[in-house]
């Protein structure tokens, strides 16, 4: 999704090394974003890029928290019975 925002909208994205944005980097991007990491080396600079990432950093903080909460669950259950 962000190599697409990058491609169609040119300028989207931000590296601080100056390097170019390719898919690569997108997908390393998309890892750092999802686990809330946020390294810094490559930047959203255009509004749909910022308002995805932001989508992203709080899906994968919202999927860590259902599947541990349901994870706890089951072992709940399996061991009160």
């Not at 601080?16 to 600079?45: A, C, F, H, N, R």
């Not at 989508?55 to 994968?60: D, M, T």
């Not at 928290?65 to 706890?72: A, D, G, Y």
Request: hydrophobic share 45%; proline share 2%; charged share 10%.
């Amino acid at each position: 999704m962000f190599a697409l925002i990058e491609w169609l909208a040119p300028g989207s994205f931000a590296a601080s090394s100056g390097d170019e944005i390719t898919w690569q980097k997108m997908v390393y991007y998309s890892y750092i974003t999802l686990t809330t990491l946020g390294y810094g080396d490559i930047t959203p600079v255009g509004t749909y890029a910022q308002a995805f990432a932001s989508f992203e950093a709080v899906l994968g903080v919202l999927y860590t928290v259902i599947l541990l909460s349901r994870l706890v669950g089951l072992y709940s259950a399996s061991s009160d019975g």
